[in-house]
């Protein structure tokens, strides 16, 4: 699933950082713990370069602890990276970021100047509800819509630190197709950017390999289904999602399946490992590479033949 979805105001917050970044100490970027990778921005790691960054692992709540810690120790093997994991629902964890932040450049903590940090994330991955917390009132708007902040902006969170928020970026093209999937499963992506049969079926098709015990007991299944479609239709069963004489609305099971991850009513689940990293990574450049000899060759055809 390729998806394309990239508003005006996403164009305008990637030219902002840009010209940000040159003030800035410290860069924190706010992933999502159930897709790390799929939640990273890549232009981002093109545009930093090697200024220092902390990678905010939101939502631990909801992840797996045990992929979690595998995905802290996998982001800090790149130099000038640090990780921390946070929730929402535990305040006391956020206050870690800020104390990270002084530890990092004590002397800027103590100056007249202190410290500039650029917050930077894709679309509800929890940026602003940490925002939130950190300056003690509400600064940026949240909700389970993706894109609410517009326009960038300054906050004085004290003991400090300056912070400078953006707009949630999403790259203008995720090629990745596994990516794509687990955004929309996640909720970062618009509800009207894709199918929610084809994500369920996709997330089911994870679920039933990695979390069967969840399934189970979620569901009170007595055998797992075999596919994920079939997990889909007794899903359905159980809970009653059914059309005119008795066959299962795969459009309503598929959005409770969905509304149940991002709740965490299926338990702690991470959609994503490292170890998945380099073959998803191979078959993205795979796909780059296809697109260029493309484009090459439309430019061959275009070019007047020589007589």
């Not at 500039?116 to 940026?140: D, E, Q, W």
């Not at 098709?205 to 997990?231: H, S, V």
Request: glycine share 6%.
């Amino acid at each position: 699933m390729q998806i394309q979805w990239y508003p005006g105001h996403m164009h305008k917050a990637s030219k902002q950082i840009k010209e940000t970044l040159p003030q800035v100490d410290v860069i924190i970027e706010v992933l999502d713990a159930r897709i790390p990778y799929s939640s990273t921005n890549p232009m981002l790691a093109t545009l930093r370069g090697d200024k220092p960054c902390i990678k905010v692992l939101s939502k631990s709540d909801l992840a797996d602890p045990t992929l979690t810690a595998q995905w802290q120790a996998y982001l800090e093997q790149e130099q000038s990276v640090r990780s921390l994991a946070i929730s929402s629902e535990q305040p006391a964890s956020l206050k870690q970021l800020t104390e990270l932040c002084r530890s990092m450049f004590p002397a800027k903590a103590k100056s007249l100047k202190g410290i500039h940090a650029l917050i930077v994330g894709i679309p509800n991955v929890g940026k602003s509800t940490l925002i939130n917390i950190l300056a003690k009132r509400v600064i940026a708007k949240t909700g389970n819509e993706p894109a609410i902040t517009k326009h960038q902006q300054r906050i004085n969170l004290g003991d400090g630190i300056v912070l400078s928020d953006t707009p949630g970026v999403l790259w203008p093209n995720i090629e990745n197709r596994n990516s794509g999937y687990r955004l929309a499963a996640t909720g970062a992506i618009k509800e009207t950017a894709m199918q929610n049969d084809d994500v369920a079926l996709f997330t089911a098709e994870y679920l039933l390999k990695a979390y069967p015990e969840a399934l189970l007991k979620r569901y009170q299944l007595n055998t797992l289904p075999a596919t994920d479609y079939e997990l889909l239709e007794a899903v359905g069963k159980k809970r009653g999602c059914l059309r005119g004489g008795g066959g299962v609305d795969m459009d309503k099971v598929s959005k409770l399946l969905l509304t149940e991850l991002r709740s965490g009513n299926l338990g702690r689940i991470t959609l994503e490992t490292p170890a998945m990293m380099s073959k998803e990574q191979e078959e993205t450049l795979r796909i780059q590479a296809e697109k260029a000899i493309k484009r090459a060759q439309r430019k061959d055809k275009k070019r007047p033949k020589k007589s």
